[in-house]
């Protein structure tokens, strides 16, 4: 599996006051995609869309679970952490072979 690590600026502290900001992000595919626009509200924004997505490309958050991580958590986080995923996001488009290359 394609992934790439890193760590966001500010993070997410938990209820327990717990801080987490190492995460690794897999490759986002059509699935994943799908399941977004399934489920973002109507009309959503590309912002909202991406959140859907790495919600579920998000392999890790510190020691949370895949499952605990979703779009509503991450609309918690501080704005300027849009800028890291998609940042991570871009790196992992990087790391692909075009498919004419083969």
Same mark, same amino acid.
């Given at each position: 599996?394609?992934?790439?690590?890193?760590?966001?600026?500010?993070?997410?502290?938990?209820?327990?006051?717990?801080?987490?900001?190492?995460?690794?992000?897999?490759?986002?595919?059509?699935?994943?995609?799908?399941?977004?626009? +399934?489920?973002? @509200? *109507?009309?959503?924004s %590309?912002a909202?869309? &991406?959140?859907?997505?790495?919600?579920?490309?998000? #392999?890790?958050?510190? +020691?949370?679970? @895949? *499952?605990?991580?979703? %779009?509503e958590?991450? &609309?918690?986080?501080?704005?300027?952490?849009?800028? #890291?995923?998609?940042?991570a996001?871009?790196?992992?488009?990087?790391?692909?072979?075009?498919?004419?290359?083969a």
């Amino acid at each position: 599996m394609l992934t790439v690590k890193g760590t966001l600026l500010y993070g997410y502290v938990d209820a327990e006051g717990k801080a987490h900001a190492a995460f690794e992000m897999r490759m986002p595919t059509l699935e994943d995609m799908e399941w977004a626009i +399934e489920n973002a @509200p *109507e009309g959503a924004s %590309p912002a909202r869309m &991406a959140r859907y997505i790495w919600a579920r490309t998000l #392999v890790s958050l510190g +020691e949370l679970t @895949p *499952e605990q991580i979703t %779009p509503e958590l991450l &609309a918690g986080l501080h704005y300027g952490e849009y800028n #890291v995923l998609e940042a991570a996001e871009v790196e992992l488009k990087g790391k692909l072979t075009p498919a004419s290359a083969a």
